[in-house]
């Protein structure tokens, strides 16, 4: 087994140092920075779950940047692995809204149908 064939909270920083490519990034508070939108988005999709506040701009953005700086497909593997499963038909209506995600994954995780209605107006 490859060290991340399966990603943990003990390697999850290893693994996004690993696939970090931003060639703007000056020093390590930069690589920080990015890895801290994976907390904003869980604040933003906790925030929609509790108080039916949908921030999607903000949530697109904060996917976009992290597929930019980190691949999608380690990008993917990183969301699903801090992103808690409740949320996952929210973030899975994200990804495919961004052609993110091929047809055959996440085939068991349904779509947020009031997300992909904001979706469409975009």
């Known amino acids: 087994m490859k060290l991340f064939d399966n990603i943990t909270d003990d390697n999850f920083e290893l693994f996004a140092a690993h696939f970090y490519e931003n060639p703007q ?64 038909p929210t973030l899975k209506t994200f990804m495919v809204f961004l052609s993110y995600l091929k047809e055959d994954e996440m085939l068991d995780i349904p779509l947020d149908q009031f997300v992909v209605d904001k979706l469409r107006e975009i």
């Open 25 to 88: 990034c000056t020093d390590t508070s930069e690589f920080y920075d990015d890895l801290n939108r994976f907390r904003y988005l869980k604040r933003l999709l906790r925030r929609y779950y509790l108080q039916d506040d949908l921030q999607e701009r903000l949530i697109l953005n904060h996917i976009i940047v992290i597929s930019n700086v980190f691949g999608i497909e380690p990008a993917k593997k990183m969301l699903l692995h801090r992103i808690e499963k409740e949320h996952w």
